[in-house]
């Protein structure tokens, strides 16, 4: 059954993009409903996977959860900047930090379960979250990268969240960063590499229209 992963950078409309492309196709679009599956399957709270997540990906918080994990099996909490273990004279550090013991392959491999779950169920559009890479020796699975331009993605979160210039640009980088460490940490790979995808689609040099096109086309060709 084919499916479509779709990577995006905040601002270059590859969201439109995803939802009118599954709107053509019949398909479903898969964004939230990751996480909530990936929620109900490790038996968590949606809010105790912010930091694992793409969009919040968090890797000090990553490490605090991972060390949570380690010191309730009795192990070892080594310095996140590789300078030997953390000498501990109390547990206070974590008094106030949410105690959800799990660690990142377990949320590793729940992502990979669902995220091949949905694409063998489902009809569907999956946006983020590694798809492409998670997805990548799939025969039937089309890959799409939708970048724009600075200027343009500046202009397009402004409007869309109604933000100043300097908060916009805070939002981008933030966003960037948390999705490049993700795909980086996950999958030892770069997000923007055009290697890993069959279209690299460029918002401020075609229409996200016309973008939708060429992937109905694309998709037509791996059929």
């Known amino acids: 059954m084919p499916v479509i992963t779709i990577s995006r950078e905040i601002g270059a409309s590859g969201t439109f993009i995803?939802?009118?492309?599954?709107?053509?196709?019949?398909?479903?679009?898969?964004?939230?409903?990751?996480?909530?599956?990936?929620?109900?399957?490790?038996?968590?709270k949606e809010d105790q996977l912010e930091d694992f997540d793409q969009s919040t990906y968090n890797r000090i918080g990553v490490f605090f959860q991972e060390a949570l994990a380690s010191i309730a099996q009795g192990g070892m909490v080594f310095h996140p900047f590789g300078i030997g273990p953390l000498d501990w004279d109390s547990a206070e550090i974590f008094s106030t930090y949410p105690h959800n013991t799990f660690q990142e392959k377990d949320y590793y491999e729940v992502l990979n379960q669902v995220i091949r779950e949905i694409a063998t169920k489902s009809k569907a559009v999956i946006l983020g979250r590694g798809g492409s890479q998670i997805l990548r020796d799939r025969a039937d699975a089309l890959h799409i990268r939708v970048v724009a331009d600075h200027e343009d993605r500046l202009k397009h979160v402004m409007q869309e969240q109604s933000l100043d210039r300097e908060k916009a640009e805070e939002l981008i980088t933030l966003k960037d960063a948390a999705a490049a460490n993700f795909i980086y940490d996950f999958f030892d790979t770069d997000w923007n590499d055009p290697h890993h995808y069959h279209l690299v689609l460029n918002t401020s040099r075609i229409s996200p229209d016309k973008c939708i096109t060429m992937i109905l086309n694309a998709l037509k060709a791996i059929e």
């Open 18 to 44: 995803a939802l009118k492309t599954a709107e053509a196709l019949g398909y479903v679009c898969y964004d939230q409903q990751i996480i909530n599956e990936i929620a109900q399957k490790m038996g968590k």
